[in-house]
């Protein structure tokens, strides 16, 4: 199992949730907000086996912690994985805007310029900024970028395909019909599954890495696929995400995966 959006420090087991990836074998990325987040989510996956730390700044956050950008330039040469950024122009984040686009810019120029990242990506009413940026500060050779909670229409998922883009999908996007249908015209070499968890609930509870395994089975049905093409096909997405760049890769310090790429 794969749930590539989770934020595993907003729980309150977080250590006992890395325990539990481990456990269940998913391959969790743990993404993060704020640059001061780092640390403490670096050190404590630092011996796990399925859990890889992102270093983030999230569009929400921008406006009161655009200063946290030095720390993100301190950290960036440690992190193989960077997120949970992007831009979001819902209620609340479209008075930033302008600031979001600067800080987000910078974050794709200096990801370039590293090489080898995998970003994960929010657009909140925000999908044609976002894809313009990418266009512009991020050739897909340089990085590789995964639209988070995609929300843009069939157009928009064409241009974000057409510039090497992968889409990890949740629980909730699956229950609104026209995004299934959205969902069922993605490229499904592009496909990853996430649970965007604590912030997404699924019965009243803040959803669990554990429950991409009823995603999975969900998203199977919608594409006509068994359970288990459906498992192969999204670990397979996986692993050509991470080799896409495997020099890079071995000179992220963060990445423990050397030349076997997850
Ligand atoms: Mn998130």
New binding site residues.
């Given amino acids: 199992m794969i749930d590539f959006?989770c934020?595993l420090d907003l729980y309150a087991d977080h250590v006992e949730l890395i325990a539990e990836c481990d456990r269940l074998g998913i391959r969790t990325l743990a993404?993060t907000t704020t640059p001061s987040a780092w640390p403490r989510n670096r050190d404590l996956a630092v011996g796990s086996r399925c859990v890889r730390v992102a270093l983030g700044l999230h569009p929400q956050l921008v406006a009161e912690r655009a200063s946290e950008m030095e720390l993100f330039e301190r950290y960036l040469s440690e992190a193989r994985y960077v997120g949970?950024v992007g831009l979001d122009g819902g209620r609340d984040g479209y008075r930033s805007i302008p600031l979001q686009e600067r800080v987000f810019g910078r974050i794709l120029d200096l990801c370039g310029h590293m090489g080898g990242k995998i970003l994960s990506i929010?657009s909140v009413r925000a999908v044609p900024r976002v894809l313009a940026l990418l266009e512009e500060h991020l050739q897909p050779e340089q990085g590789r970028a995964v639209l988070?909670w995609f929300a843009g229409t069939r157009s928009e998922a064409q241009w974000a395909a057409r510039l090497g883009c992968y889409f990890s999908v949740n629980a909730a996007m699956l229950r609104s019909a026209e995004r299934r249908k959205m969902i069922a015209e993605l490229p499904p070499e592009r496909l990853l599954t996430e649970t965007?968890g604590p912030?997404l609930r699924l019965g009243g509870r803040p959803a669990r890495p554990r429950d991409v395994g009823l995603l999975v089975e969900e998203l199977a049905a919608l594409l006509s696929l068994s359970t288990d093409a459906m498992s192969s096909a999204i670990q397979r997405n996986l692993r050509a995400l991470v080799s896409f760049d495997v020099a890079a890769q071995g000179e992220a310090t963060d990445d423990k995966d050397g030349q076997s790429p997850r």
């Fill in positions: 959006h934020h993404v949970e929010h988070h965007d912030f």
